[in-house]
């Protein structure tokens, strides 16, 4: 009988007594941060990148944000919405953090701002790009502000760049999920608006590795070829491509090209151009400094997930300066850090009124080199064009953009497509 | 342990649980009623696999379903966050019976590894709509519960969502119950063990799986019901492979035909993925260590120890507490 | 959609489904002899693909990675076979459940043997170009999965079909107990079957590895397609899972290229549909 009774109640008497403990100790100048990135599968690559960012400003700056002491405690939720609500809600119930960053998907973004909302903890969004979180949704999270990007802040710009290329019509291939659809949309809204065609879209799964499907539907009479590959996708898209003998140009969203598994592409990348606020050949002095530090601690590349996570950590650094050391509560700290404007790795960032950043969008190509004197040459994303301070309206009115709906599967309308 | 003196053990453990609970951290409240609703679907499978000799791969399917309809009433159309939430938990109970009265009528005709197999393929075929029908379940995004409901008490209360819980799961075991030591019941059991026989007896054995099949569907999506108010977010990871996959290896721990087992099964899976992942990273060993071990030398489960250490005591011999595992060849 | 996207489509469909054939013909085979659902195959696939990436980190060889990668991974299907499911006796649920929890253990140590990210196995520059053929382009490595799923189907048809070991197979596949009655050794033939199974499983990952990638996850991806071409074309049915494996390959291209929307579907529906009509597979023995 009371093995029965000891299994039932074991875990629960158990977590009491260690939440009892943990909760006594807890207190002190201490900022105790949650960090959220997939550990364990399919995206662990690209949680570890998150980390490594977060954790080299740490390093560099003695463990201390803003004069606190910083405990870091980071959780697994291998990139599923519902695990991340799990341990977010462990990281704000047990372990009392004062914030909680991460996450990776889109998804997973929309899942942990109603977290924050809920237990009046703050969420830092570094990595979920997903508009609406910042656009028609921001009321209903008061303690989120997002550091990274907005998914169609960078297709803005690169529509008009598109056009101004002699683009007329473009194909587009992107991941059946919210992220591809904003990228794409934004992309669409502008080259659209600047005379371009957007002739065809097509929609492989989030996580599809064989375009054989795909690839052969792709219209013949596009100029270019418009991807948006994420995660595992990315190596494979252009290899398959090239293979079925493509010789159209490719451009495509940030994350196609993005440092974290270009080293590991070979030479079917090259000439790839994409849209980001950030590439690891920024040839600035800031960002040499920190790819140096990056590699020679990590032994790669840091790609935009790290420098997302690394400027978070130099963000956080200057609020809590201006708040004396201590955490300030939740409302005040997400004032503080919206109201900042500092030179970070990617160039310049400030936010706009709806906790968005506002910052540098670069036109990059895919191009072999050697890059800060390193000796062999490897994939680098040349930056080729600069448009300063982008901020997620781009050059659109605010109020007529949000009366759009949010840029999904069916919006903006398919008008020219064959 | 005689029948009579388990009821109780039960009963007090339930007791325990409502009582102790509440003065628990947030978070183990929160696994708690995660473990609780998750239980129920894996007592489901039990009818199944415990008492009937059927294991189902594809118990998420019904769990899915179930979870998918309580979001997109709520997301979509804001019922179910009122007093219809009642509406919404018979509603769960309906779709689970309807879809598993649907896939009955496919996979009854097999036993053994066949059955497997194709409850398999239907939990795929769940999945695979569940992932891409956009339109309908929003796909890989998942689809967001804002809130939890309100009538008269509210949901959004971490230990009044718990107490509805833990009152849910104690009707469904209660119900369960019944059902297993009732002449239906116990055909069932006569099923597992002889089949040929019951139907040389006149049974008709196929309504009778049937029945089981649809009855253990039913609770399925009531536990699904109750997973999506938990979670606040239902995505395809829920109707995946590996949810039908860990029910199975938590009935099968705690127990397979003890009913009880399920809940036991499911308690200590989540406890450890949930609070020893936090502790070490290499929980995954122990929770697969725990599986194999468990398979290899403890085929009734955690639920037969008290069985086997009596044996291993010279006690009375085989009772009738002592079932295994292997069905009966096909 | 002209003769070009046809063609085009079917050849993408053959050549995945030679890669199924891979993966499942082991599956099918050991459900044939052992009359186990083998859910750790997926495991095998994916361990395979980075055994083969550790061969070619040291020794730059793709070529020496497939031999190396199968027969690793052959011998842990045997160690498993011989260690933990033998002792179990004739249970299938327990087999079952048991290679479930090797999975697990499985995953979990290749993410701490190989980290969790994505690799791709690169193939000799050879197989990277395509040919064209008539405005066709076809992709050379496409072919030679297509090539080499057929030497490998054509080796093992023989093996069994011409050969004494093939036939003591097939004679415990058909009636086990009849086969043990004549005096066959059914447990040593279990072994070697499972070792065998494992061992296409991992020859298939090293080749789907620069196809897919090889990454967390992929085990319990190609797990349901590898029962999909079992269950459609049968248990212990190895022309069947030749079959089975095409019929896959082309219904989930076409599937995806025609019905984006259902593609899932239009693969697992098909499944039940058959099992529910002959549970043994299309091809099946029972």
């Known amino acids: 009988m009371t093995n029965a009774w000891l299994r039932r109640l074991g875990p629960m008497v158990l977590g009491g007594a260690l939440v009892a403990a943990a909760s006594a100790s807890a207190g002190a100048e201490e900022l105790r941060i949650g960090f959220i990135a997939a550990i364990t599968g399919p995206f662990a690559a690209v949680g570890k990148d998150m980390v490594d960012g977060f954790q080299l400003y740490l390093d560099q700056h003695g463990n201390k944000l803003g004069g606190a002491d910083v405990k870091l405690i980071v959780e697994d939720d291998q990139a599923k919405p519902d695990v991340g609500v799990t341990k977010a809600r462990k990281l704000v119930l047990q372990d009392h953090v004062h914030m909680f960053i991460g996450g990776i998907l889109a998804p997973t973004g929309y899942a942990l701002a109603p977290v924050s909302t809920a237990e009046k903890t703050v969420y830092i969004s570094s990595i979920p790009a997903a508009d609406d979180l910042t656009q028609r949704q921001i009321d209903k999270y008061p303690y989120f502000i997002r550091t990274g990007w907005s998914s169609s802040q960078p297709s803005h710009p690169f529509g008009q760049w598109a056009c101004e290329q002699g683009y007329k019509k473009i194909a587009v291939i992107a991941a059946d999920y919210a992220f591809g659809y904003e990228v794409v949309g934004g992309f669409q809204k502008s080259f659209e608006d600047c005379g371009g065609k957007i002739i065809q879209k097509i929609w492989p799964p989030l996580g599809s590795k064989d375009f054989g499907p795909y690839i052969p539907a792709i219209k013949p009479d596009a100029d270019a070829i418009f991807s948006l590959m994420v995660g595992p996708m990315v190596p494979q898209f252009p290899k398959q491509l090239a293979a079925a003998g493509n010789t159209k140009p490719v451009i495509g969203g940030g994350t196609s090209y993005d440092e974290f598994v270009l080293p590991a592409m070979g030479d079917e990348a090259i000439g790839g151009v994409s849209p980001l606020q950030y590439s690891a050949a920024l040839e600035t002095p800031k960002n040499e400094a920190f790819v140096k530090a990056y590699r020679a601690k990590y032994n790669k590349v840091p790609s935009y997930f790290s420098e997302s996570n690394y400027t978070t950590a130099q963000l956080i650094d200057e609020t809590i300066k201006q708040t004396g050391g201590k955490f300030p509560g939740p409302e005040e700290f997400v004032k503080v850090m919206a109201g900042l404007k500092i030179d970070a790795v990617r160039g310049p960032v400030s936010f706009d009124d709806m906790r968005n950043p506002i910052q540098n969008i670069y036109i990059r190509k895919v191009e072999k080199k050697k890059m800060f004197g390193y000796d062999k040459a490897e994939l680098w994303n040349t930056v080729i064009k600069t448009y300063p301070s982008v901020s997620q309206f781009w050059k659109y009115d605010k109020a007529a953009f949000l009366k759009q709906p949010v840029y999904s599967r069916d919006w903006p309308p398919c008008g020219n497509c064959e | 342990m005689t029948s009579r003196r388990k009821v109780w053990a039960v009963i007090a453990a339930v007791a325990a649980l409502a009582i102790v609970v509440p003065f628990t951290s947030s978070f183990v409240i929160l696994l708690a009623t995660r473990a609780l609703a998750f239980s129920i679907l894996v007592m489901s499978l039990d009818i199944l696999l415990g008492f009937t000799g059927l294991a189902s791969l594809g118990q998420a399917a019904y769990f899915g379903v179930g979870a998918y309809m309580t979001a997109i009433l709520a997301a979509k159309y804001q019922i179910g966050l009122g007093f219809d939430f009642w509406l919404v938990v018979v509603g769960g109970l309906l779709i689970g019976a309807a879809l598993a009265a649907v896939f009955g009528l496919l996979a009854i005709r097999a036993s053994g590894v066949y059955f497997l197999m194709i409850t398999l393929a239907l939990g795929q075929c769940v999945w695979g709509l569940a992932y891409r029908w956009n339109s309908l379940t929003n796909g890989d995004n998942g689809i967001n519960i804002q809130v939890r409901p309100r009538f008269g008490i509210d949901l959004a209360n971490e230990v009044t969502f718990f107490y509805v819980v833990l009152g849910l799961f104690a009707v469904s075991l209660f119900a369960m119950y019944v059902l297993v030591r009732s002449p239906f019941g116990r055909s069932l059991a006569g099923i597992r063990e002889r089949e040929l026989r019951m139907k040389i007896l006149g049974y008709n054995t196929w309504l009778h799986k049937y029945v089981a099949f649809i009855i253990s569907g039913a609770f399925g999506g009531l536990s699904g019901v109750l997973w999506a108010h938990t979670a606040g977010i239902v995505s395809p990871v829920n109707v995946e492979l590996t949810t039908s996959v860990d029910a199975l290896l938590m009935a099968v721990l705690g127990g397979a035909g003890t009913l009880v087992g399920g809940a036991i099964g499911a308690f200590i899976v989540i406890a450890l993925r949930e609070y020893l992942s936090t502790v070490v990273p290499w929980w995954q060993y122990v929770l697969g260590g725990v599986y194999v071990l468990t398979i290899l030398y403890l085929p009734s489960g955690l639920m037969g120890i008290p069985a086997r250490i009596r044996q291993r005591r010279g006690a009375l011999g085989k009772r009738e507490g002592d079932k295994t595992l292997a069905t009966a060849p096909s | ?131 064209q053929v008539g405005g066709l382009f076809l992709p050379l490595y496409r072919i030679f999965m297509i090539a080499s799923a057929a030497v490998i189907g054509i080796v093992l048809w023989l093996a069994m079909e011409k050969t004494r070991i093939g036939a003591t197979v097939r004679a415990t596949v058909d009636d086990a107990e009849m086969a043990r009655g004549i005096g066959i050794d059914t447990s040593r033939i279990s072994m070697f079957i499972f070792a065998l199974g494992a061992l296409l499983a991992a020859v298939g990952g090293v080749i789907g590895g620069a196809f897919l990638g090889i990454y967390p996850g992929l085990d319990f991806e190609i797990l349901p397609l590898a029962f999909a071409v079992v269950i459609i074309g049968g248990m212990g049915s190895l022309g ?7 019929l896959v390959g082309l219904a989930d291209n076409f599937g995806k290229a025609l019905f984006p929307e259902v593609s899932y579907f239009t693969l697992y529906a098909p499944m039940a549909l058959i099992l529910a009509i002959k549970p043994t597979g299309l091809f099946g023995r029972e």
Request: glycine share 14%; net charge neutral.
């Open chain 3, 240 to 246: 069947g899972a030749a079959i089975g494996a095409l």
């Open chain 3, 1 to 131: 959609m002209n003769l070009h996207f046809w063609l085009i489509q079917a050849f993408n469909g053959i050549s995945y489904g030679a890669l199924l054939f891979l993966v499942g013909s082991g599956l099918s085979l050991i459900f044939g002899v052992m009359r186990i659902v083998n859910l750790s195959h997926g495991s095998y696939f994916l361990l395979g693909g980075y055994v083969a990436l550790t061969v070619i980190w040291t020794t730059g060889s793709w070529v020496l990675a497939i031999p190396v990668a199968g027969l690793a991974i052959g011998g842990i299907g045997l160690l498993m076979e011989r260690i933990f499911l033998r002792p179990l006796g004739f249970d299938p649920l327990r087999q079952v459940l048991l290679t479930v929890g090797f999975a697990f253990l499985f995953q979990q140590a290749a993410l701490d043997i190989w980290t969790g990210n994505n690799f791709d196995i690169e193939p000799p520059a050879l197989l990277t170009k395509s040919i």
